[in-house]
T-cell receptor
Framework: GQNIDQPTEMTATEGAIVQINCTYQ??????LFWYQQHAGEAPTFLSY????GLEEKGRFSSFLSRSKGYSYLLLKELQMKDSASYLC??????????FGRGTSLIVHP | DGGITQSPKYLFRKEGQNVTLSCEQN?????MYWYRQDPGQGLRLIYY???????QKGDIAEGYSVSREKKESFPLTVTSAQKNPTAFYLC??????????????FGAGTRLSVL
């Protein structure tokens, strides 16, 4: 089976940088996804990591360490619209992603 | 525009009633999925289908049924055997399920409540 752990809630200030961590245990590893979900809406894809290292895409970056079972999502220059849940999903040996509980990020002025 | 459509947006179920949630995609994706989301919870997999006329149980399939008669459509039936059906239901699709990104694209969801 798989076990995915993320903090339940984080708060940050507009304009700041925030790092959302995700740790996982899985039998087989075939990639890790980050999705953003605003309240009552569909999750939308942010990033995908399958090799170790940092993937940068605009204000968002995602890092993966397979040996440590660890990933983080880094959000820079925070905006109010970044207030949302951030879901970490791991694809294990079955190739079907398993989602963590999500981290609710609150950005305040 | 290509996308994935769920209907209805809100649904109410009476005790002992079966209800069906619709999911249609025009992305030409082979794989489709149904997830359930409860407050403060992540997405839990109910069923998935990798190809037409084939589907597999996910982690919480009890009390649910699906069919995949067409590539575009993957309806979910919440049966009377599901004793706690109140939740937000999300349908997703991806190109496939094997090697490669296979990003999941989600519908806007159906919120099911019990009367």
């Amino acid at each position: 089976g798989q076990n995915i752990d993320q903090p339940t809630e984080m708060t940050a200030t507009e304009g700041a940088i925030v790092q959302i961590n995700c740790t996982y245990q899985t039998s087989g590893f075939n990639g890790l996804f980050w999705y953003q979900q605003h309240a009552g809406e569909a999750p939308t894809f942010l990033s995908y990591n399958v090799l170790d290292g940092l993937e940068e895409k605009g204000r968002f970056s995602s890092f993966l360490s397979r040996s440590k079972g660890y990933s983080y999502l880094l959000l820079k220059e925070l905006q109010m619209k970044d207030s949302a849940s951030y879901l970490c999903a791991v694809r294990g040996g079955s190739y079907i992603p398993t989602f963590g509980r999500g981290t609710s990020l609150i950005v305040h002025p | 525009d290509g996308g994935i459509t769920q209907s209805p947006k809100y649904l109410f179920r009476k005790e002992g009633q079966n209800v069906t949630l619709s999911c249609e995609q025009n992305l030409n994706h082979d794989a489709m999925y149904w997830y359930r989301q409860d407050p403060g919870q992540g997405l839990r997999l109910i069923y998935y289908s990798q190809i037409v006329n084939d589907f597999q149980k996910g982690d919480i399939a009890e009390g649910y049924s699906v069919s995949r008669e067409k590539k575009e459509s993957f309806p979910l039936t919440v049966t009377s055997a599901q004793k706690n059906p109140t939740a937000f239901y999300l349908c997703a699709s991806s190109i496939g399920t094997g090697i490669g990104k296979n990003i999941q694209y989600f519908g806007a969801g159906t919120r099911l409540s019990v009367l």
